[in-house]
């Protein structure tokens, strides 16, 4: 293959001023260079025969082929359309599976194969069926939660679940591998790679993406380039495809998380139990969590306004859950960024970013898993539909495509939760009337299922007053609409244009 690659692009350099022949909207790329996008550089003795030659040509001549490579929008392909999925996590895996079985070459570069993202690891059950997760990738089922407010008053939630319901928790390293593994399976090429930069020839030209291979093992990795039609960044929150396309900043939540392996009788008691502590002590703005792990707890919390305070934080949570946890051993530690809201821009030419790199984990609740999956499936198959099957070019507008359904589907679902997040994680009086709210079996219904099938229930009219009226006596009786009511604003700082 390397070979193979190495000739055509030598076949290339030699002969810059034959053209791809373009008639009637039809792109002829019998002449143009690498139609099968592999081309290694650098990296092999034939690589460096490839640098000398390139250094016979000018780079006038070069970028001269180029540019008549560039293919419009909307023109048949006499190939199929080649796309580089960055990040192999739940996003990246995702997308190449649904390009893969769209008909389109799609090549995932991931930097660490067996990465154990921090996480918590919780997935809800519409996910299991929505994407075939099998029975040994969830580890355990929470069907109980506890809510602890900052008095520590406990409640219990899960009254309302079947015995088919539950929460899925899952070893993101497992749960990643199967993902990616599943899309080579359907003739996704998988790359072990650190994806560095990109370019791109001309307006409508192809992507040259450029990443340090790790399969001949080393730590270094040896420079490696492909070239594509389009790119989807899948690399997480610290994207550097974010940052390659300009896409600018968000707002993020710093999670501290902490496994911590605990005696057997201690782990029986979380066998399905998960517990959320809300708290100043705590977080400002978050929640701290216990949840039950493979065989062991995570124990974390997270905070986007005193990222200064996380460890003091993290170390109030682990009082507050002491009694039950004592006596275990600390087996890794681990922080991570979440982002708050998707990035001002998620598309620019044939590139877009899904999953953490957009930005889309949700408020109150942290998740972002299933919307990572959801999204890189969701633009994988605009570019399937857009490409008709890989024998197209696609556009931007194919991407923002995507962008139109993903706001369409989940916009409530992010505003509700922002609401949330700012009525009752605000001060302790707020989330003393949020865990008494989280009595009502009517509000454990709604959050469950929400949570568990991703739809903004509606509910029962009657029902939904009674909720309002004990939610705003809930406040009133913890005194939590005095303090700092004037900072409370519905809405994120950076709009969305959100399709109709
Ligand atoms: C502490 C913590 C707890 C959480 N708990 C939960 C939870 O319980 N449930 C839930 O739903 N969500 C949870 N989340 C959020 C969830 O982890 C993310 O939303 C989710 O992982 C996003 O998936 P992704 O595929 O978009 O990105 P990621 O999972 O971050 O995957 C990105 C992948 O890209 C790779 N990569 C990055 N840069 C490069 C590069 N330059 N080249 C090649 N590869 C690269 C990485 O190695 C990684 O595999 C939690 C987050 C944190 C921090």
Partial sequence: MVANSVNMQTAFVAAPSKTCSQSRGIARLSQCPAPSA???????????????????????????????????????????????????????????????????????????????????GAIPLCMVDEFDIPAEIIDRKVTKMKMISPSNREVDVGKTLSETEYIGMCRREVLD??????????????????????????????YTVHFNSYEEGGKVGKPQSIKVDAVIG??????????????????????????????????????????????????????????????HVAVGTGTVINKGGIKQYQQATRDRSKVKTEGGKIIRVEAHPIPEHPRPRRAQGRVALVGDAAG???????????????????????????????????????????LSKFDKKYWLTYKVLDILQKVFYRSNPAREAFVEMC????????????????????????????LAFDTLGSLLRGNALRQGAKSVSFGSKQPEKVAA
Wanted: hydrophobic share 35%.
């Fill in 177 to 206: 591998a199967y993902l990616r593994d599943r899309a080579k399976s359907l003739g996704a090429t998988v790359y072990n790679g650190l994806f560095m930069r990109m370019e791109r020839d001309g307006p409508e030209g192809e």
């Fill in 234 to 295: 899948a690399d997480g929150a610290n994207s550097r495809v974010a940052k390659e396309i300009d896409a600018g900043e968000y707002d993020y939540a710093i999670a501290f998380q902490e496994r911590i392996r605990i005696p057997d009788d201690k782990m029986a008691y979380y066998k399905d139990l998960a517990e959320m502590y809300v708290g100043d002590d705590v977080s400002p703005d978050f929640y701290g969590w216990v949840f039950p792990k493979y065989d």
């Fill in 38 to 120: 592999r081309v290694v550089f650098n990296s092999s003795i034939s690589g460096q025969k490839l640098v000398q030659n390139n250094r016979q040509t000018s780079r006038a001549e070069r970028v001269a082929a180029l540019r008549v490579c560039a293919i419009k929008d909307g023109a048949v392909l006499d190939r199929k359309l080649r796309v580089a999925v960055i990040g192999g996590g739940p996003s990246g895996a995702c997308t190449a599976e649904t390009l893969a079985k769209g008909g389109i070459e799609a090549f995932l570069i991931e930097r660490k194969l067996d990465n154990c993202k921090p996480c918590g």
């Fill in 439 to 466: 009595e009502s079996e009517y509000v454990q219904r709604m959050t469950f299922d929400s949570y568990l099938y991703k739809t903004v229930v509606p509910g029962n009219p009657l029902d939904d007053a009674k």
């Fill in 360 to 402: 889309y984990v949700t408020k109150c609740s942290g998740e972002g898993i299933y919307f990572a999956a959801k999204s890189g499936r969701m633009a994988a198959e605009a570019i399937v539909a857009g490409s008709q099957n890989g024998t197209r070019m696609i556009s931007e507008q194919d991407l923002n495509v995507y």
